[in-house]
């Protein structure tokens, strides 16, 4: 601690981590003798290093002094402020923190344009949904009412406590079984989505995806999904909005040719929800379907 390089040093690492490179262009000094010191400072646990690809990195970490180094440090962090050799170091960081951030800036200008197709093929899609799934309770019950083959289920089971999986297609549960056999807190049940077999007030949200053109009169089910919610349990619809394809209903078997948002939204209040959000979805690349619309809702 009694050299003076180290002590600029130090003060640097406390606040930022730096590589041997540019601790060499603040403290205007040549390589060998930055890792001589930095060497020394390691050696003696004031400072840790990682590698990153071909560059070691440096830090001060505050919790990792013992109790007397951290006392001798503050002693000597305020003596060594007015230093004129300190004070020019600040200016040099200042300005190769600019460097970074204006490193980082020109790269994404010049991304802009393929940033989504670039991202897509370094990183995946998934982690976006990954992401926002993290946002539910992790104790949370969700009812997945018309499941399907279970693909729903088997993306949110490992964010919550429990997911009821419920189908009126025995074809359909036994595909949804082999998907999310080993999740150990998927239960799926065989019921009609008018009589759901699931208890009152047992579920903290509802999912009603692609279900609601399946079903004659939607208002049993939304019934259904308001008993078997808690008082302020979230409930979330997505369904077609209205459209004029009949090849597309008899193609696809179902019932009703899409909903008006504010036919549904009227439906939804007498079954005693209060909509929070009802939007139109925004129209996928591709996608050959009639648009579809999203709903979500509390119980009151």
């Not at 007498?270 to 979805?281: C, K, W």
């Given at each position: 601690?009694?050299?003076?390089?180290?002590?600029?040093?130090?003060r640097?690492?406390?606040?930022?981590?730096?590589?041997?490179?540019?601790?060499?262009?603040?403290?205007?000094?040549?390589?060998?003798?930055?890792?001589?010191?930095?060497?020394?400072?390691?050696?003696?646990?004031?400072?840790?290093?990682?590698?990153?690809?071909?560059?070691?990195?440096?830090?001060?970490?505050?919790?990792?002094?013992?109790?007397?180094?951290?006392?001798?440090?503050?002693?000597?962090?305020?003596?060594?402020?007015?230093?004129?050799?300190?004070?020019?170091?600040?200016?040099?960081?200042?300005?190769?923190?600019?460097?970074?951030?204006?490193?980082g800036?020109?790269?994404?200008?010049?991304?802009?344009?393929?940033?989504?197709?670039l991202?897509?093929?370094?990183?995946?899609?998934s982690?976006?949904?990954?992401?926002?799934?993290?946002?539910?309770?992790?104790?949370?019950?969700?009812?997945?009412?018309?499941?399907?083959?279970?693909?729903?289920?088997?993306?949110?089971?490992?964010?919550?406590?429990?997911?009821?999986?419920?189908?009126?297609?025995?074809?359909?549960?036994?595909?949804?079984?082999?998907?999310?056999?080993?999740?150990?807190?998927?239960e799926?049940?065989?019921?009609?989505?008018?009589?759901?077999?699931?208890?009152?007030?047992?579920?903290?949200?509802?999912?009603?995806?692609?279900?609601?053109?399946?079903?004659?009169?939607?208002?049993?089910?939304?019934?259904?999904?308001?008993?078997i919610?808690?008082?302020?349990?979230?409930?979330?619809?997505?369904?077609?909005?209205?459209?004029?394809?009949?090849?597309?209903?008899?193609?696809?078997?179902?019932?009703?040719?899409?909903?008006?948002?504010?036919?549904?939204?009227?439906?939804?209040?007498?079954?005693?929800?209060?909509?929070?959000?009802?939007?139109?979805?925004?129209?996928?690349?591709?996608?050959?379907?009639?648009?579809?619309?999203?709903?979500?809702?509390?119980?009151?």
């Open positions: 601690m009694a050299d003076p390089i180290r002590l600029r040093l130090l640097l690492l406390a606040e930022h981590e730096l590589g041997v490179a540019e601790l060499c262009g603040i403290l205007q000094l040549p390589q060998s003798t930055v890792s001589r010191h930095l060497k020394v400072l390691i050696d003696r646990d004031w400072l840790r290093s990682r590698r990153q690809g071909t560059v070691h990195l440096y830090r001060m970490t505050w919790a990792d002094l013992e109790p007397g180094a951290r006392k001798l440090w503050m002693l000597v962090r305020e003596q060594t402020q007015v230093w004129p050799a300190v004070k020019q170091d600040q200016l040099r960081l200042a300005r190769r923190l600019r460097e970074r951030r204006q490193a800036q020109a790269f994404f200008a010049g991304a802009v344009g393929q940033w989504d197709k991202r897509n093929e370094l990183y995946g899609r982690f976006s949904t990954q992401a926002m799934l993290a946002l539910l309770p992790e104790e949370a019950v969700v009812a997945d009412l018309g499941c399907g083959s279970g693909t729903v289920a088997e993306q949110i089971a490992p964010w919550v406590g429990k997911v009821i999986g419920v189908d009126s297609s025995a074809a359909m549960l036994k595909a949804a079984g082999r998907r999310v056999g080993e999740l150990r807190n998927v799926l049940r065989h019921g009609d989505l008018t009589a759901t077999p699931i208890d009152d007030r047992a579920c903290d949200a509802v999912l009603l995806l692609l279900v609601l053109s399946y079903v004659p009169d939607p208002r049993p089910v939304l019934a259904e999904m308001a008993r919610l808690k008082p302020d349990g979230r409930a979330v619809i997505v369904d077609l909005l209205c459209h004029d394809r009949e090849d597309f209903r008899q193609r696809m078997g179902q019932q009703v040719m899409g909903f008006a948002l504010e036919q549904l939204r009227t439906m939804m209040s007498e079954a005693d929800f209060a909509v929070t959000r009802s939007t139109p979805l925004p129209a996928e690349a591709d996608v050959k379907g009639p648009a579809m619309f999203l709903i979500s809702a509390r119980k009151r």
